[in-house]
């Protein structure tokens, strides 16, 4: 089943950039999937717009088998299905200690007290910071930081977790510990989207790849059938992993 279709999405920002050119692209429930591609080949702003804060000038956008209208209930019903986890951690996370920072989400739900202190101790126990739960944001590691933004959207249980470069600017074991954390969400049925630069990172963790090039899907298949293509990785400036 697919959770995710686009058809023939356009998407211009105002300033006359078309970021998003004809995107097509289907993508099943509960698959890890890499979107891989250079700065300005579209990346982010598809993110955007499946999270639903971006709306295509053109193209159909259905979830879950449903249209996408854009209507306010129906924008923030996507927004809870389907969670983004920033680049950089800063621009996400601004509560006073981790807790009350995981805890926002489940909050802005209307759930129970019992219901939202459940989803946000499980929530803490996958990303390994329950010990930091007093602690202030703002004193956090980088790596710290960014468990606690996956945190933020696991706690509101959306069906699809968007991350983008969710691996920028980590050492070898704060890397090691966030994909442990992405095949821990992706067992449970999550599907899960990330974006990247690395060719080594989408060839050993992705169900299948979508490379973006200029706004458009310049290719896509499984890891073995995209890095095996010598020409689409010479046009798209991609190195083989």
């Known amino acids: 089943m697919n959770i995710i279709e686009l058809s023939g999405i356009h998407f211009r920002y105002p300033d006359?950039?078309?970021?998003?050119?004809g995107v097509t692209l289907s993508i099943q429930k509960g698959r890890k999937v890499a979107v891989l591609g250079h700065n300005g080949s579209g990346k982010s702003t598809l993110f955007l717009l499946l999270n639903g804060l971006y709306r295509p000038q053109r193209g159909e956008y259905r979830f879950n088998g449903e249209v996408v209208t854009y209507s306010k209930k129906q924008r923030r019903e996507l927004v809870e299905k389907t969670g983004v986890v920033f680049q950089d951690p800063e621009v996400q996370l601004f509560a006073s200690t981790v807790y009350r920072e995981i805890s926002i989400g489940p909050k802005n739900l209307g759930l129970s007290d019992e219901e939202a202190r459940r989803r946000i101790e499980s929530a803490m126990d996958k990303t390994?910071?329950?010990?930091?739960?007093?602690?202030?944001?703002?004193?956090?590691?980088?790596?710290?930081?960014?468990?606690v933004a996956i945190a933020d959207i696991l706690a509101m249980q959306s069906e699809v977790i968007l991350l983008d470069e969710p691996?920028?600017?980590?050492?070898?074991?704060?890397?090691?510990?966030?994909?442990?954390?992405l095949d821990l969400i992706s067992s449970e049925n999550k599907t899960v989207i990330m974006s990247t630069h690395s060719p080594d990172l989408a060839y050993e963790w992705a169900d299948y790849i979508y490379i973006f090039c200029n706004g458009t899907i310049a290719g896509e298949g499984r890891p073995e059938q995209v890095f095996a293509d010598r020409?689409?990785?010479?046009?798209?400036?991609?190195?083989?992993p």
């Open 16 to 21: 006359g950039t078309d970021a998003l050119r």
């Open 128 to 147: 390994d910071v329950a010990y930091l739960k007093d602690r202030p944001v703002h004193f956090l590691s980088y790596g710290e930081k960014k468990r």
């Open 167 to 181: 691996l920028a600017w980590l050492d070898s074991l704060h890397e090691k510990r966030i994909v442990e954390i």
């Open 231 to 240: 020409e689409l990785l010479r046009t798209t400036h991609l190195e083989p």
